[in-house]
């Protein structure tokens, strides 16, 4: 008798083990994928490099997809039940499409009409500061209000700007240029290896540029061998702006610091955000 209820009881917690892993199997199997599309109201042409925001609450972000040349983009293996599809872009309104969800084995199709910013104004003026309309679509006054890191306006960067791209960098910001390695470091990472994350206009700008110069991995991020033969590098890549079209710099020496949107989190050699008026 005893045996038959251990065995009863066996046979129980084997069945109930298999029923969940064929419920997280059948979840796994039939993962969600979002298609959408961005297009402009007015036009109804698509608007190529809209940032597209899956958040699974109003503060935690998922994944983040940019529409292709047609407007189109997906998220594939979303396992959410409810999340938010949130679009950015300098040109057009925010939009915030809250309540989504889907049923196991499904594709969901969004089309999402976009509105062009109301006011196409260079500057504006709230509360007696003067704002670039651009910097403010972008969130920069925002960021600078809220966020720990150093902000510099365009009349501050003219005041301290030389002739060159370096010197602005290596004399306003604190930054340190190693010739031997033709990267941008922040004085404190200089000899660890960890380079500074540059984004210009809200586009990251790989400083590696130079092939020739091999680098490899190490425990806090990438180191760089010395270059090799004495040859000489092209310029850094963000040594071709002119800092006369810069209009504002943000800068975030820790990862810590750096927004989510500019790789807040994942960039341990710190941050400079660039902002042009091209």
Known sequence: MKILKYFLGFTSLFWLTVLILVFYFHKS????????????????KPIPEVIVLLKQSQDRISAIRTSDAEGNFH?????????IIQTQHLSY?????????FSINDTLILDIGLLPTAFMLQEITVEGEKKDMELDAA?????????DGR????????????????SLLTGLLGITFKREDNVYYFNRYANSGMPIR??????????????????????????????PMGLNAPPNPIEYI??????????????MQAPY??????SPGGVVVIWTGR
């Open 29 to 44: 199997i039939f993962a969600q994928t979002i298609v959408g599309n961005v297009y402009d109201i007015t036009t109804k």
């Open 75 to 83: 998220f594939e293996n979303v396992k959410l039940d409810e999340f």
């Open 198 to 227: 540059f984004y210009v206009d809200g586009v990251w700008i790989d400083q590696d540029k130079f092939d020739s110069m091999q680098r490899y991995s190490g425990m806090f991020g990438k180191q760089r061998a010395a270059n």
């Open 261 to 266: 949107e500019f790789g807040g989190g994942k």
């Open 242 to 255: 002119n800092p006369l079209e810069i209009k504002a710099i943000e800068v975030y020496s820790s990862m």
């Open 93 to 101: 309104e925010d939009k915030i499409i809250k309540q989504l969800s």
């Open 139 to 147: 969130g920069f006054y925002t960021r600078r209000a809220t966020r």
């Open 151 to 166: 902000f510099y306006s365009k009349e501050e960067i003219k005041e301290k700007s030389n002739t060159t791209m370096r």
